[in-house]
């Protein structure tokens, strides 16, 4: 009967539903979200039962239609499978049909966040590379479902390459065999602490931040209130300033060192729950990449998808080693246009990643060029020159006495701007000798970055445009920026000299024009 539960085979192309269990999942997550409703409600009517068993009728009712209204979603809801594409129609009373090509899915990912995982859940997602939110999802399949809901769309985009192969006179490509898969990276347990140390964050003052809206409904006191702070600050002046020099330092130290480690634990944690068990194979089609502890993601990327690397680092891991590579492809990592393949590693560790992906790692040995020193004159100026205005606007102030009158120190507040003037026009004329760009047979280079340096390579067959782009001062000092038109990404080169930008320009269409775009694919 059409409309049936996906338990026979994808092969049939008759329409199919989602999991039935995964109705629980919805019913869990309508409870969970009802907790502080609760709570709020338990609160406000703790001393009146009539008031807080309304609350909770409420409650259930509101849980219930959520309920039903999920169940009616999940009876309209159905997917085929088709020859040529993957057909999803949704609606209870307004009904909406949407089908997408084989051909046009670029990834499809398996992800299980920890509900799902309990019950062997996993949600399907099929990213066409329209930036996200026109991507097909489906919530949620059994495990063996949606991986072999996973290798029929494989197999269906390999039918039709090889009959748009024999259709257009060439040879088809020999179906490729599933073999077992070599691992190129893995993070273990000494890894991962590693690389949580270096993650920094002090992302739980934004979660207590969050929290404190709740504070005046439940303990009375109005945070937000300044008469309140004031009034505690005061009080505690007295106690502090009886407490001697060295005990104050002491408390400032301390301090300290308890928000280092208060953001070193956080970003223990969030790597952990995003990295656990991190692993990238390579598979005969590209790559796989697993990693999750709640949130379990299983992620396929073929080979050819690959438009380009982002091989980056922070200020501080860059010290000692570390880097990172990502993949920039049509589809998407987590909202993100590239798909991280090795979030912490040495270079050594990184590079047999990028010969896998068919790119040649950066060298010392390529015809590496600095932009135009008129663009690093002119950037250093800017940057300092809007600092030196605000310095000269603020001793003109002072100095006619619209501000600063009665305060001991105002003289000296110009110099605040007037030394981020230097430091900026320093740091600007600086870091332009690590502002390079190279061009190779096969690929574009680009480096910037003076404290965490980024490097970025394209294939230039697989760039889409090369666009010239000039302001007015770049216009009259002879200089430009070179715009790489990028599938899921952005790669630009600022400062290049017109002459220069001009060559890049001819080399990459020459090379965008010597492929057939439709053989990237």
């Known amino acids: 009967m059409s409309g049936e539960v996906a338990t026979h085979s994808f092969e049939d192309t008759r329409a199919q539903r989602t999991a039935p269990i995964g109705l629980l999942i919805t019913a869990i997550t309508s409870l969970r979200q009802g907790v502080i409703p609760i709570a709020i409600g338990a609160y406000t009517f703790r001393d009146n039962l009539v008031g807080m068993g309304g609350v909770i009728a409420l409650l259930l009712v509101v849980f219930g239609v959520s309920v039903g209204i999920a169940y009616l979603s999940w009876l309209r809801r159905t997917y085929t499978t088709g020859t040529e594409d993957i057909r999803v129609e949704s609606g209870i009373i307004s009904r909406a049909a949407r089908s997408v090509p084989y051909e046009r899915i670029q990834d499809v990912s398996l992800e ?260 135009s020193r008129k663009y690093r004159f002119d950037s250093a100026a800017i940057e300092g020159g809007i600092f030196a205005f605000v310095a000269v606007v603020l001793a003109t102030l002072i100095g006619t006495g619209i501000i600063g009158e009665g305060f001991a120190y105002a003289a000296f507040l110009p110099l605040i701007p007037l030394s981020l003037s230097i430091f900026f026009t320093g740091a600007n004329l600086y870091a332009w000798q690590f502002h390079r760009h190279a061009l190779s047979g096969s690929q574009i280079f680009g480096r910037k970055g003076l404290i965490s340096p980024a490097t970025r390579v394209a294939s230039r067959v697989k760039l889409h445009s090369v666009e010239i782009v000039q302001g007015p001062i770049a216009q009259r000092r ?44």
């Open 478 to 521: 002879g200089y430009a920026t070179l715009h790489l038109g990028l599938a899921g990404g952005a790669f630009s080169i600022p400062g290049l000299p017109i002459k220069r930008a001009r060559e890049l320009k001819s080399a990459i269409l020459h090379s965008i024009a010597s492929r057939d775009f439709s053989q990237l694919s």
């Open 112 to 371: 299980q966040k920890l509900l799902p995982r309990l019950f062997g859940l996993v949600e399907v997602k099929f990213e066409t590379g329209a930036g996200g939110a026109d991507d097909l999802k489906l919530a949620y399949l059994t495990e063996d479902q949606g991986e072999a809901l996973r290798r029929l769309i494989r197999a269906r985009r390999e039918e039709e390459a090889a009959s748009a192969a024999q259709v257009a006179g060439e040879a088809a490509a020999p179906e490729v065999e599933d073999e077992e898969a070599e691992i190129i990276f893995a993070m273990d347990t000494q890894r991962l602490t590693t690389f949580g140390l270096f993650e920094f964050s002090l992302a739980v003052f934004a979660v207590l931040g969050g929290l404190m809206q709740y504070a005046d409904t439940f303990i009375g006191i109005e945070l937000w209130d300044v008469d309140l702070w004031q009034g505690w600050i005061e009080s505690q002046s007295g106690l502090l300033s009886s407490f001697g020099f060295v005990a104050q330092i002491a408390g400032v130290v301390a301090g300290v060192v308890a928000l280092i480690m208060i953001g070193s634990v956080t970003g223990l944690v969030r790597t952990f729950l995003r990295d656990w068990g991190f692993v990238l194979e390579k598979t005969a089609r590209g790559f796989r990449r697993r990693r999750g502890l709640f949130t379990k993601t299983d992620v396929v990327m073929p080979t050819h998808r690959v438009q380009a690397l982002v091989l980056g680092t922070g200020w501080l891991r860059y010290r000692f080693g570390w880097h990172g590579l990502k993949f920039v492809s049509l589809a998407q990592d987590a909202g993100s246009s590239s798909h991280v393949v090795a979030p912490f590693a040495q270079l050594e560790e990184i590079e047999p990643i990028i010969r896998a992906a068919k790119f040649e790692p950066p060298s010392d040995d390529l015809d590496w060029r600095h932009a």
